[in-house]
């Protein structure tokens, strides 16, 4: 099990696959999710140095006890943290959604770190319609039992953003991201990160003036780039979508007709994407 120490104590986890010697690229996570959120990427990018990060207070990272640390700008910290304890001065960043947003603040606050950046379904702006139903689900146990159950509850819910996806493929997630018990299925992340949300977003509303992603999503026009849309996603909508190509016409962008929110990175258009981006690392 691999662990490294952050500037407050905590032990987070990560692992490695791919070429020691590649290029470093390091994978960030949804909001509750953990490193295996890039399962089915990383056999695509063998030639690769992947490291996969669980962030403080997901999967097999420790959970804070000061719960405001799990904030983006911590969490684009603990990235830095990594890197030093790895001894990587450079690094190519694919973050989906919450990860995502850590790689568009790691560019506004330390954009010589990074070599690439590709995000998964978020931008600058997140969709109100994509809040509301994190808030649905978010801290809170499924009402399912099993993780048959959670699998047949999961397509029910988003099967229309993902037409044609195979059923196994629901059952995995549910296997992936929940523990089964005896009284019923676990989260594989600590509760308090919605008690977290809330209190963050609560602040935010009470400034004058709330800092934007946008500056940090324009510093990415330095670096080779990328954009990954759900034609589907209700978090990274088509209108933000489309003003991101707008200010950054140079980044590599691809919309995928059969994917909500978030793509599995596995779809060719996707892969092909990822590959012209980590390609361009000079």
């Not at 890039?38 to 006890?65: E, T």
């Not at 319609?129 to 819910?157: C, N």
């Not at 195979?166 to 296997?175: I, N, T, V």
Request: aromatic letters at 8%.
């Amino acid at each position: 099990m691999s662990t490294f120490q952050t500037a407050d104590g905590l032990a987070l986890y990560f692992d490695e696959s791919g070429s020691p010697d590649g290029t470093p690229v390091i994978c960030l996570p949804g909001l509750t999710r953990d490193g295996q959120d890039f399962r089915y990427l990383r056999p695509h990018l063998k030639d690769y140095r992947v490291i996969c990060l669980d962030f403080r207070g997901r999967g097999r990272s420790q959970y804070a006890d000061d719960i405001m640390t799990y904030s983006v700008l911590q969490e684009a910290q603990d990235v830095l943290a990594l890197m030093d304890h790895l001894g990587l001065e450079r690094a190519a960043i694919i973050g989906t959604s919450r990860g995502g947003l850590v790689a568009m603040t790691l560019a506004a606050v330390a954009l010589d770190r990074l070599s690439a950046v590709i995000l998964n379904d978020v931008g600058p702006e997140i969709a109100p319609e994509g809040m509301a139903r994190i808030f649905d689900y978010l801290g809170r146990r499924p009402a399912a039992k099993t993780h048959a159950k959670a699998a047949a509850s999961i397509e029910l819910a988003l099967g229309q953003d993902f037409p044609g996806l195979p059923r196994q493929r629901w059952l995995e997630d549910a296997q992936t991201f929940y523990d089964e018990t005896d009284d019923g299925l676990a989260l594989r992340y600590d509760p308090k990160l919605r008690d977290a949300l809330l209190a963050q977003i609560a602040a935010l509303a009470d400034m004058p003036e709330p800092p934007s992603l946008w500056p940090g999503f324009e510093a990415l026009g330095s670096l080779p780039c990328g954009t990954i849309r759900g034609a589907f996603s209700d978090v990274l909508s088509g209108e933000t979508f489309a003003e991101m190509k707008a200010r950054l016409p140079q980044m590599h962008m691809v919309e995928l007709p059969d994917r909500g929110h978030v793509p599995y990175l596995d779809e060719a258009a996707a892969l092909a994407l990822i590959h012209t981006v980590l390609e361009d690392i000079e």
